[in-house]
């Protein structure tokens, strides 16, 4: 497998098992944003491929020091690096340029290479995302979750518009030529914000306003509901590949022996090759036989009655429980679940739930597929040594 391929598996298996949940800024999803403008930099910028494999490790590691606190994490997350470099053939010039990059990432360093602005641009891009000002509700809801500091939405706003303005500037020359114009327009954006905020302000003085008690759980439920769906969504995908990967290397398998290896077991010189081809097919076809249950989906009956809805009993978030229904019965029953707060956060929570049951599910096939798949390998090679033995002797 290639090590990049290997160093995404193994920060998404320390972000699931590690990371806590309050991070909702600096998890998985930021670092998948980081890879993809690190690969959109290295296209537009002349870098050797020896750059190139350490500003990829450098921009998966980059936060996995997050898992024990935000201070001084840059540190942390080098030695995340060297531990999954332990027992990896990584070139020793790749692995301590790609830690000089994760130590480059941090705010106050000045980059001084082209690697080095490669990875801090990256690390920056968000700057001229599109949806700025969403992606850094999540950084907001980070440091209120975890203590730091928390931002009236005034405050947030200058606060924003002081970094963007003043405090960061992009280095490379396709970010200064292409992202620089965007993150302009997130400028404008934020002071249009500032602007809104203000007169806002102005507007209801000497009115009573709500307090940010009352304002903020829900934004910071809807943004928890929305980070577990992401993550959930991302395993699943990532349980499905894996299990094509298995069916395609398993029919590539049988296939082989179909037309290669069967054909010849007529001959009485061959007859030795039968039992280990048979067992190399059959831990093949169970092998197939998992990874397809893993896959299998779950049939519901698609339909509910306005008694179940009142009884609080259908969760109207996933389609199984009302592709039947006619569009105005499901548009009622959502009105309906939509005026009741219990009752939408209830469906939420059960979403995820049965989202997690679906996944375990996925994730023990998927076990034991490897499993077989993995004993059938060792099977099939012991027993054509034992069968070319045999002959010889």
Known sequence: MDIIQQAEDFVFAHFKDKLSPSYTYHN??????VVQATEKLIEKEPVSQTEKTALLLAAWFHDTGYTDGGEHHEQRSI??????????????ETLSLASQLIAA????????????????????????????????ELLREEWKLLGHKQYTDLEWA??????LAQCHRYYSDYAKRKWQPLKDVNIGLVQQRINELEAEQVKNAGKKKKTEKEERPDRGIETMFRTTLNNHTHLSQIADSKANILLSVNAIIISIALSTLIPKLDSPSNIHLVIPTFIMIMFSVV???????????KVTRGSFTREEIGQKNINLLFFGNFYKMPVDEYVWAMNEMMKDKEYLYDSMIKDLYYLGIVLNRKYKMLRITYNVFMTGIIVSVIAFVLAFRSVTI
Do not use: M, W
């Open 28 to 33: 998985f999803n930021h670092t998948v944003r």
């Open 79 to 92: 030695g995340v690096l060297r531990d999954f470099a332990q027992n990896r053939s990584i070139d020793p």
């Open 105 to 136: 990432t941090e705010f106050s360093n000045e980059p001084k290479t082209k690697p080095e602005q490669i990875i801090r641009d990256a690390d920056s891009a968000h700057f001229a995302d599109p949806n700025y000002l969403a992606l850094c």
């Open 158 to 163: 200058l606060e924003n518009r002081h970094i």
């Open 287 to 297: 092998s197939i036989i998992f990874a397809i249950l893993s896959t299998k989906p």
